[in-house]
Structures are given as structure tokens and as C-alpha cells.
């Protein structure tokens, strides 16, 4: 347990120093205001980042440059893209539902934000510390198809609601995988508390602590969060060679980068909770053996920080890989993996599971 | 109306316009559909919006000038489309060329056919989702069109050919070009094909879909390598072999299974042919004039003249019609993709929308000629 | 089949063909009102079976019009062109071929989009090239259009 980089120190310090200035509630809204900001802007961070990453990583796959125009290396290149997004006049078709068509954008936004909420990037660096962390999680992150659904719907385009069906098809399958692999690992936690769930990996990550269910657990939820967050080969609500561009056909300017965005940050979202589940979050990788003390002690000076955010990276690129390698697969392909092999080997692989919890065979 | 519409199971067909603006058509072509949820129930193309009336054009211009309409038809073919007229001309007036023309057509067609199902070999990753073939498929097409250029000084409308001969000889780095660039893509085609037909995902799209039976692929005229996968022989280099095909060795390639994945397989093949076709003739290019003695104005005789060659997409034909003036009275243009196109309603019913992009771009169709 | 043999054959199903040595192909003329069952018999008969029909157009001769299929067998490797003559100019009408060689219905469109040759049962005859609202047929040799058309 590494305490060095702690940043509840720091948060702690805060709230200190905001309680001598002024009233309980009065601190609670200011902090609340505070984290919102960090929030905002953390997003939109990551969103530049990430859209940047993504293009560069297609450039790696496809023996070309990428970006290098705006910026060193390109760097400013999505955010002059954003810029133009921004300054973009809002269209809307005639014969669109026009609240639902404005509203669509927002809830697919706001899901990012909830499940950000429980998630701990580093010790201490976690908004709030709910008891049910996984559960809220799973709950909240489905809630993001709404607003595909309603886009799609709204938008009045047939392209558009084939999109968002696919969507929502594809969804509520795969939210069945998704919460199953996560429940295979709630097994070995035993609580669903994310900063628990971290703190019980001390000694080891639950991936390599979890034997063989574990590691299969870990690839369906990949598989199965690749889909939920609608990426390639699993894009086929957007799926641009069919439906020129599914669900946001009609979308443009910033309502089109809330869209965009989400994509990214949810990508960010289920990458953080497979760090959290599977590899620890961020928990150094210590061996859990006697002889492996030293290696675990230099393994510490490493700050959490980078732990966190190094296994998040790894996990994106992994997922970034599939889309730039795989052709995409067809909607009924997608189901038939989904409800013929992924829920049957996830069923088996939670009691194989379950057995190893009982025995105590886990490391 | 409404009424026919819905189906026993009581849901409602809908109709779709895919096209003329849509990245899957590759081009301007705009297809009704009309669907049952994701099920495609029709689909009746709409074709035209690219048609620049050059069959009518042709019937005010001389034989020399056909050629250059020739290469905007099917503009990945441009180089054996310029050859159909080239021949025409030819058989009708009896000239005879010399070997160093007909193999360096030959040659020329076989590159060019190369890069064309390079061309598509990128775009049927594109249409199934996996970009990054597309880039693989363009940048090693461009060394094709850098020694096209080279020659020809055109990189994708060559008009090289011209009636009794070509237009220049070849360059002096031609062959050395030529053979540095087989010696490349020979070690990139197998790691391609791994990519594709090595892909669960890729198999799984294509096998058993828009499957085409031998008969219906006669009836509707489906020929080149689509046809071919389908068990058609229809390869004109072999049935009616023309400039240097009668002394070569190659392959026709033949499927029986006449799917989606027959005729990615049969594209595939067909590279190796062509690979293997310009490696036989490239070290032996022989001696002689590039152009034979012809009078300035072509007249052809009277009567009616039919050519047929094979490009990257099928049988193509010029059919013209002859008064004994130095225009022609008719030419009608038999160009292959608009065969391919009217199989496309036959083959996609009952397949999902996914599989209609996979179908039409395993048919390969080009639509400048289709439209013409 | 040889062409002798083709000639003497196609002469004994229908009296009232002119056949043509052409360069390439032998060429069969049949009025339009006999076309349609030459067709049938030249697509299912043992002796011929045109399987292939690899190119159809029209031409138009200023006082009739021909349509023009050139047909092959790919099973015994022989092949003609049969043509419709159209005496009417005015209202040029021929019987469809379009269930017997199915490529043939996308042909007869265009066909009918750009000579106005009614095909007499085709399912489905509409202008395929062309606008819906285009005035007159640009291939018919007397089409004139000052518009969008440079005389020479």
C-alpha cells in the first residue's frame, strides 16, 4: 500500500480550508462547484486527447502520418477541430422532433459524467466513494442508449432509426456480458465499493489472482464493452459504409461533438473500470509470492497516478487496435455471439468462478 | 398502397434511398430499397446520373478520337477498354500489329488489371469496416500508376492504345520499373489476403452471401471474375484470345460456390494470373514498330463490327455499326458492370443491409460504366 | 454448330428470316412480329441453346429499326446475332426477351429510354438513363436537341 502520492491529502487540505471560512452547507456547494468545473474540463480533456490518440493510432495501423499540421506533432489538431464544431451553425430537419432531437445529445453526454463519478484513478482521486460503486456504475452506463435511441428516433431519418435499433439491439445484450463479467469478479472482491474492490488487489491483481475465470472474464468484458460503447467491429450504429452515419446522421456542429465526445469518454469509462476490476486500478503489479518482495517495494515508487492511467491507456489502445484491424460484423452475427457464445460462457465461467471462491483456490 | 405493404407478419415494408450520394455505392449510383426491418424485400437500381451520352458522342467523332471516350467509361480499365476500339479498327481493316504492340498491351492490361483489383481489394475492406485495407490497397496501387505514368504519361486514363498500334514506345526504365514493383507486391499480396480472408469476421460476412447459381449467372450476363465464381467460364483472354493471351500460360480462375467470399477468392486469384502473365512476357518484349502503317483517316468498310476483351470488371464489347463514313453510325458499348448491376435485385433479397454493401462490393461495379 | 448448318436450321423453324454472312457473326433478320418465338425456340432448343446473350442494343435506320441481340451458347460454342426488324418508325413496338435471357430486362430499359422501342410485356418499362420528364429519345437518328446538344 503505497501512500506517497496520496491525494486525499490534498483534498483533505481543501475541505479544511474551506470549513474554517464558511458554513457546512455552504463548503458542500462550493466543492461541489469545484469538482463540476474539474469535471467539465477533465472531460473535454480527455475527449481532445483521446479523439487525438485514436487518430493517431489509425495512422500507426495504416503506415501513414495522422495529424502533424496544427501544433508540434499535430497536437492542436482536435482542438482547432472543436473550434470549428463550436462555431458551426445548429441545423435541424424540418420534420424532426425537435425536443427530443435537442434533448437526444444531452442524456448521451450526462451518462459519462455520473459513471466518472465513482471511479478512483488514484488513491484519492475519486469523487465519491459509493457502496454500491459497481452497481451504479452498470446502472448508469446504460442509460447512454437512451440518447442514441432517442436520436435516432427523433432525427426522422430512416438511416438514423435503423442506427439507433442496432443500437439499442445491441445494448441491451451486451449490458447482460458486460454486468455478468463484472459480477464474476464481484465474487473475489466481495464488495461493491470501487475504492474496496482496488484496495483488495494489494497484493496482486484479481486478473492474475483469478486464474483462468478471471482471464476469461476479462476478455468478454472487453469484447462486450467494445460493443456497448459502439466501436469497431461492433459499430453498426454508425456503421458508415451501411447508414452513412447511423444515429447522428442528421446531427452537426456541437450537438455532432456531443455525440463524438461520448464515444470517447465512454471508451475512457470502460476502460477505467476494467483497470479498476481487473487490473487493480492503481495498484502497482506486485507478485503475490514471498520471494517477490523487492521487485513489489520498487514496483511502489511508481505513483499511483501513473498506474491508473497507464493501465487505462493500455486498455484503450487495445480497443482502438480491434477498430483499425477488424471488418465489422453483421447485427445478427452480433446477437448470435452475444446470446450463443458469450452469455453461455459467461453463465459456466461464474459458476467455475463461484466454485473457486468457495474452495478458496484464489490467491 | 399502404396495404400491400404489410407483410403477413403484420410489419410494414418501408423504402430506403441508398445513394446517389453514399459512401458504399462508390460513386453516383442510387438504389431504392425496399426493406422489412433490416430484411432487404427489393432493390431496384436507379442508374444515369453520371451518363454522359458518349455512345452518341461517338457517332460524331472518327475511331481515333472513340478511343479517348473509351477510358472514361470504365476508368480502372481505362487501358483494355482503349484496346476493345483499338482492336476493333484493327480486325475490321486487317492491319496486323506487330509482336513488341501485342505484348506490351498485354503487359499494360495486366497492370492495369492489377491495380484495379488492388483498387477494390481496398474497398471491400472499407465497405466491411477495416479502413485501414484501404490505405494498404492505395498506396501500393500508386507505384502502378507511377510506372504507368512513367510511359503513358497519364496515371489512370492512359489512352496509350490507338487504332494500329500505341501512342509511344515504352520507357527505357519501363521493365526494370515493372519488375522491382512484382518483386514488392509479391510479398504484400499473400500478407493482404491473410488480412482479409484470414479475418473470422471477413469469412463469416461473405460466405453464403448473395450466393449466384452458374445458370442465373449465364442469364443476367454476370462475366468477369464475378462470373467466374459462380463457375462461368467467360474468360475472353481464353475463349477468344487476342493481342499476346494465346502464348501465355495462365489459369482461368474457377469457382463453383458463387458467393460473396467465391468472388473475393476469384479477385484474389486472378492477381496471381496476372502477376504470373506480366513475368512471362517482361524479359521478352520483342523487337519491332509500335505503330503499324495507317492511313490518316479511318474509314471502316461497311457492315457491322463486334470486339470483345476482358477487363478487371468482365466482358467488355463495342459493338459498331459502319455506313463507310469516317464516323460510325452506331456503337453501342456492352459494358460489364451494367450486366453485373441487374443481378444485384436477384441476389440480395432476403439479406440484411450489411450484406447488400458486401454484395455489391464484391461485384465490383464501377459506375461511369455502367451510366456511360 | 456451324454456320451453314445454323442457317439451314434457323431457315426451317422460320421462313421468313434473311440471314447475312457477317465478318464476325451470321446475322439473322426476323420481323418483329416473329421475333419473340425464334428467341424461344434459339434459347431452348437442344440443337442451338443461345444460353448467353452478351450484348443487345438498337439501331436506328431512319425508316426502321433493328434491335440487335448477339447471342452465344457457352455449351456448344456458337453464336449470332439475331435482329427484330421494326418496320413501324412511329410507334416502334417488339415482344420482351427479358424472362428468356434475364440481363436483357436492364437492356430494354435503356433500349426504350434512348430509341422509344416499346417492348410489349417487360414488366417494368420505364426511362432508366434519362430523366423521367425528358422530352423525346437522343439515340433515334432524327432527335434534334438544341439545348444540350452541339451539332457538328
Known amino acids: 500500500m503505497n501512500a506517497i502520492y496520496d491525494f486525499s491529502i490534498l483534498t483533505a487540505w481543501i475541505h479544511q480550508w474551506l470549513s474554517g471560512l464558511m458554513e457546512p452547507t455552504a463548503v458542500m456547494i462550493t466543492e461541489m462547484v469545484i469538482i463540476g468545473?474539474?469535471?467539465?474540463?477533465?472531460?473535454?480533456?480527455?475527449?481532445?486527447?483521446?479523439?487525438?490518440?485514436?487518430?493517431?493510432?489509425?495512422?500507426?495501423?495504416?503506415?501513414?502520418?495522422?495529424?502533424?499540421?496544427?501544433?508540434p506533432w499535430g497536437i492542436l489538431q482536435t482542438l482547432a477541430d472543436f473550434l470549428k464544431l463550436l462555431t458551426k451553425e445548429l441545423i435541424t430537419t424540418k420534420s424532426a422532433d425537435k425536443f427530443l432531437y435537442n434533448l437526444a445529445p444531452f442524456i448521451v453526454m450526462i451518462t459519462p459524467f455520473l459513471a466518472l463519478g465513482v471511479i478512483p484513478f488514484a488513491p484519492g482521486l475519486q469523487i465519491m466513494d459509493l457502496n454500491i460503486g459497481v452497481f451504479f456504475i452498470t446502472a448508469v452506463s446504460s442509460m447512454g442508449v437512451l440518447g442514441i435511441l432517442i436520436g435516432g428516433w427523433a432525427s426522422n431519418n430512416k438511416y438514423s432509426l435503423i442506427g439507433g435499433m442496432r443500437s439499442a439491439a445491441m445494448v441491451v445484450s451486451y449490458e447482460l456480458s458486460v454486468t455478468l463479467a463484472i459480477m464474476t469478479m464481484v465474487i473475489l472482491t466481495g464488495t461493491l465499493s470501487m475504492s474496496e474492490i482496488v484496495n483488495s488487489q494489494a497484493d496482486?491483481?484479481?486478473?492474475?489472482?483469478?486464474?483462468?475465470?478471471?482471464l476469461i472474464a476479462f476478455i468478454i468484458y472487453l469484447i462486450a464493452s467494445t460493443a456497448e460503447t459502439n466501436r469497431g467491429p461492433f459499430d453498426l450504429a454508425e456503421a458508415e459504409s451501411e447508414l452513412t452515419a447511423g444515429f447522428h446522421t442528421e446531427y452537426g456542429g456541437i450537438k455532432f461533438a456531443f455525440f463524438f465526445l461520448s464515444e470517447f469518454v465512454n471508451m475512457l469509462i470502460v476502460s477505467s473500470i476494467a483497470t479498476v476490476i481487473f487490473f487493480g486500478g492503481w495498484m502497482p503489479f506486485h507478485l503475490p509470492f514471498e520471494w517477490a518482495t523487492g521487485f513489489n517495494h520498487i514496483m511502489d515508487f511508481i505513483p499511483g497516478i501513473v498506474w491508473g492511467f497507464g493501465k487505462v491507456t493500455f486498455i484503450i489502445f487495445l480497443m482502438m487496435w480491434f477498430r483499425w484491424t477488424f471488418p465489422r460484423l453483421r447485427i445478427d452475427q452480433i446477437l448470435n455471439l452475444e446470446w450463443k457464445y458469450l452469455l453461455p460462457m459467461n453463465l459456466i465461467n461464474f459458476l467455475l468462478m463461484s466454485l473457486i471462491a468457495l474452495t478458496g483456490f484464489y490467491l | 398502397m399502404q396495404a400491400e405493404l404489410i407483410s403477413k407478419e403484420g410489419t410494414q415494408e418501408y423504402f430506403v434511398n441508398m445513394g446517389p450520394q453514399h459512401p458504399s455505392t462508390h460513386g453516383v449510383l442510387r438504389l431504392l430499397l425496399t426493406l422489412d426491418g433490416e430484411i432487404i424485400r427489393k432493390v431496384e437500381p436507379h442508374i444515369g446520373y453520371v451518363h454522359r451520352s458518349i455512345e452518341k458522342m461517338a457517332e460524331f467523332d472518327t475511331y481515333k478520337q472513340i478511343v479517348h471516350l473509351t477510358d472514361r467509361l470504365d476508368y480502372l480499365s481505362a487501358h483494355m477498354n482503349n484496346e476493345a476500339v483499338a482492336l476493333l479498327v484493327e480486325n475490321a481493316l486487317q492491319i496486323e500489329v506487330s509482336d513488341r504492340v501485342k505484348v506490351i498491351r498485354t503487359i499494360m492490361n495486366e497492370l492495369t488489371r492489377l491495380g484495379s483489383h488492388q483498387l477494390w481489394w481496398g474497398v471491400i475492406g472499407m465497405d466491411m469496416g477495416a479502413i485501414t485495407t484501404f490505405l494498404y490497397a492505395f498506396r501500393d496501387r500508386e507505384l502502378i500508376n507511377d510506372i504507368m505514368e512513367e510511359t503513358t504519361g497519364a496515371r489512370l486514363t492512359m489512352n496509350y492504345n490507338t487504332p494500329g498500334g500505341l501512342m509511344f514506345d515504352l520507357h527505357h526504365n519501363f521493365q526494370k520499373q515493372v519488375k522491382d514493383y512484382l518483386k514488392f507486391f509479391k510479398t504484400k499480396l499473400p500478407e493482404y489476403d491473410q488480412l482479409l480472408s484470414g479475418n473470422v469476421i471477413f469469412t463469416e460476412r461473405t460466405k453464403g452471401v448473395g450466393k449466384l447459381s452458374l445458370a442465373d449467372a449465364i442469364s443476367y450476363g454476370v462475366t468477369g471474375p464475378s462470373g467466374r465464381a459462380s463457375g462461368f467460364s467467360c474468360d475472353v483472354r481464353k475463349t477468344q484470345p487476342y493481342s499476346a493471351y494465346d502464348r501465355v500460360k495462365f489459369n482461368e480462375i474457377l469457382m463453383v460456390e458463387g458467393d460473396s467470399f467465391a468472388r473475393y477468392q476469384s479477385r484474389v486469384n486472378e492477381m496471381w494470373e496476372s502477376i504470373s502473365i506480366i513475368e512471362q512476357l517482361i524479359d521478352n518484349i520483342p523487337e519491332g514498330p509500335i505503330m503499324a502503317p495507317m492511313k490518316a483517316v479511318v474509314k471502316l468498310p461497311k457492315g457491322e463490327f463486334y470486339q470483345r476483351v476482358e477487363t478487371a470488371r468482365g466482358e467488355f464489347g463495342v459493338y459498331v455499326v459502319s455506313d463507310g463514313n469516317k464516323t460510325p453510325y452506331r456503337v453501342k458499348f456492352r459494358s460489364p458492370g451494367f450486366s453485373n448491376l441487374s443481378v444485384l435485385d436477384h441476389i440480395s433479397r432476403g439479406h440484411k443491409i450489411a450484406d447488400l454493401v458486401a454484395i455489391m462490393s464484391t461485384l465490383d461495379l464501377v459506375i461511369p460504366d455502367i451510366d456511360r | 454448330m456451324e454456320n451453314e448448318k445454323l442457317r439451314q436450321l434457323i431457315s426451317s423453324w422460320e421462313p421468313s428470316v434473311e440471314l447475312i454472312d457477317g465478318p464476325q457473326y451470321l446475322e439473322v433478320v426476323v420481323p418483329s412480329a416473329q421475333f419473340r418465338a425464334l428467341a424461344e425456340k434459339l434459347r431452348f432448343d437442344n440443337q442451338t441453346q443461345f444460353d448467353y446473350m452478351f450484348n443487345m442494343t438498337c439501331v436506328d435506320w431512319n425508316d426502321h429499326f433493328?434491335?440487335?441481340?448477339?447471342?452465344?451458347?457457352?455449351?456448344?460454342?456458337?453464336?449470332?446475332?439475331?435482329k427484330a426488324k421494326i418496320a413501324d418508325h412511329n410507334q416502334p413496338e417488339v415482344d420482351t426477351i427479358c424472362d428468356i435471357w434475364r440481363t436483357a430486362e436492364l437492356h430494354e430499359r435503356e433500349v426504350f429510354d434512348l430509341f422509344g422501342v416499346k417492348?410489349?410485356?417487360?414488366?417494368?418499362?420505364?426511362?432508366?438513363?434519362l430523366t423521367d420528364e425528358w422530352v423525346g429519345h437522343p439515340l433515334r437518328k432524327d432527335y434534334v436537341d438544341e439545348v444540350n446538344m452541339v451539332l457538328r
Open chain 1, 37 to 71: 468545473t474539474i469535471l467539465i474540463l477533465f472531460v473535454a480533456a480527455m475527449g481532445l486527447v483521446l479523439v487525438l490518440a485514436e487518430r493517431k493510432v489509425a495512422a500507426f495501423f495504416q503506415l501513414r502520418l495522422g495529424p502533424n499540421r496544427v501544433g
Open chain 3, 66 to 82: 433493328q434491335t440487335i441481340y448477339h447471342l452465344e451458347s457457352t455449351k456448344l460454342n456458337h453464336a449470332l446475332v439475331l
Open chain 3, 119 to 129: 417492348f410489349n410485356q417487360h414488366p417494368d418499362l420505364r426511362r432508366l438513363l
Open chain 1, 204 to 214: 496482486g491483481w484479481w486478473i492474475i489472482k483469478g486464474h483462468i475465470p478471471a
